[in-house]
């Protein structure tokens, strides 16, 4: 793949100019004079930084052997899993060079930062690409699992909370992994390891950060300054800038030229002169017409009528066709809080977050198609609404959450929820916590395909299995002592 290469060739450009840094680092500490000045001990601070440093040390043990053995399985799936696996191990040679680079420079400014961090987000950006362009695969589950979860690097960004980013970044991917363990867990165990090893490697990358870089990335205060990066980097070749300062883009084109709605006057005297003129010949008009013989003409030869008759052109149908039909509006989307109520409406393929701050509100999503809405906090409750292919993923409700008119959703509560309302809805997918799993009542009407996905205990509580059950749909009823008894049909082997 193109793309992957030249991230490869990319990243062993930033490993040589790191090293270069280094090596001036410590040219600059042996030729300081002893009994040192300030400069002294910032130079010596720097040179002792970089590749053994205990900050880098640190990440490459915790994240290191995850990403191996992430990758491990990911080969074992093969096809574009396989692919996007070696993308996510690009992404972690990346930052492991941006951590090292951070520990030999001060803090760049806001305009430095985003040349540093190119190389990441090409990676990340590649990762979610590739998702997108396989959506037909069937393991688009898997690629989007590792979509929505990769944002978790972008850690080294956020300010001054990047321990709580990653841990949400990890819950948007755990929608996708409870998908595929629903999918593969009866048919292929390494796909529940895969699972398995994606979601440690963001739990140890939680770990490291919370443990060196708690409050956001630590840079070295008393290293170079980020200019000296950015000249090592353009020394090796024309890599993306730091300073965002590049060559200026080029003109924009001419504007068109104005219709002032006045025409060539000598063009049309002579095209009216011309045309009076062969008015003026009267019957000699037709002088240069070309005579037609009789063995062309259709109405005294059936053998003519009957090679090519003349049709009438199509397009006086077509266009009485496309008047009558009337264009379908698109409503455009919305998301807006009115009162204490959420509404949600008109999306289509998007991610959607929504933070609770009082208990009174509710949300209602109504004609979305393929979103996912994610619910942070507690509410008062939930309501769908002719949906289609859309996932709701919420922490708690106080009343319930309602399913109307909806096709192929799915809901998943990671706390408690009283009661679940399903109605005039085909195709359902509850999961519930193991909190709700036995205070939720569940109610269906017009219902079908509805299942129920519940974490049944076993002796590894690090194992994320989950017990599907279906809700039933065909009923028998019998009249007894003058009443109607109704029981669940029951299939026997």
Not at 472 to 493: A, C, D, I, W, Y
Request: charged share 20%; hydrophobic share 35%.
């Amino acid at each position: 793949m193109t793309t992957s290469t030249d991230l490869q060739s990319l990243l062993r450009r930033i490993e040589k100019a790191t090293t270069r840094l280094e090596e001036l680092a410590t040219k600059r500490a042996e030729s300081a004079p002893a009994g040192g000045s300030s400069m002294s001990s910032v130079d010596l601070s720097a040179s002792t930084a970089g590749a053994d440093s205990k900050v880098l040390l640190e990440y490459e043990a915790a994240v290191q052997p995850q990403i191996a053995n992430f990758v491990s399985y990911s080969d074992k799936i093969g096809g574009v899993v396989a692919e996007q696996a070696r993308l996510v191990e690009a992404l972690y040679h990346a930052q492991r060079s941006f951590l090292r680079i951070a520990t030999l420079t001060k803090k760049p400014t806001m305009d430095q930062l985003p040349g540093l961090l190119g190389p990441q987000q090409s990676a990340i950006q590649q990762i979610i690409s590739l998702r997108d362009a396989n959506r037909p695969s069937e393991y688009f589950d898997n690629l989007s699992t590792i979509a929505e979860g990769i944002a978790a690097f972008g850690w080294v960004a956020v300010e001054p909370t990047p321990v709580p980013y990653i841990n949400d970044m990890k819950d948007s991917a755990q929608f996708y992994a409870n998908r595929v363990l629903k999918k593969w867990r009866e048919k292929d165990e390494n796909q529940v390891e895969w699972v398995k090893a994606f979601l440690s490697t963001l739990r140890e990358l939680s770990a490291y950060v919370k443990l060196s870089h708690t409050t956001g990335l630590v840079w070295n205060p008393k290293g170079e300054d980020v200019e000296v990066a950015a000249r090592a980097i353009s020394g090796e070749t024309a890599a993306a800038p730091v300073r965002g300062t590049g060559a200026p883009p080029p003109p924009p084109p001419p504007p068109p030229p104005v219709y002032t709605g006045e025409t060539d006057s000598s063009a049309g005297a002579t095209t009216r002169g011309a045309l009076f003129a062969d008015l003026n010949k009267g019957g000699e008009i037709t002088s240069g017409l070309r005579k037609v013989e009789k063995e062309q003409m259709t109405h005294k030869n059936p053998a003519l009528r009957a090679a090519g008759l003349v049709k009438e052109a199509p397009h006086s149908a077509s266009t009485a066709t496309t008047q009558q039909q009337t264009p379908v509006k698109q409503r455009p989307p919305r998301m807006e809080l009115q009162g204490s109520k959420w509404v949600v409406e008109n999306y289509g393929t998007e991610h959607l977050t929504i933070e609770a701050i009082e208990t009174k509100q509710t949300v209602y999503m109504f004609n979305c198609t393929g979103t996912t809405l994610e619910l942070k906090g507690k509410l008062n409750g939930v309501a769908i609404d002719n949906c289609q292919k859309c996932g709701v993923v919420f922490d708690s409700l106080v009343a319930q959450c309602e399913i109307v008119n909806c096709k192929s959703v799915q809901v998943q509560a990671r706390e408690t929820v009283p009661a679940i309302q399903i109605d005039r809805t085909d195709g359902a997918q509850v999961f519930l916590s193991e909190a709700a799993r036995d205070s939720t009542q569940i109610t269906t009407a017009k219902a079908s395909e509805v299942n129920i996905s519940y974490p049944y205990e076993t002796l590894n509580p690090e194992d994320d299995n989950f017990v599907e059950q279906p809700i039933p749909e065909q009923f028998q009823t019998v009249v007894r002592n003058g009443k109607l008894v109704t029981t669940v049909l029951e299939h026997s082997s």
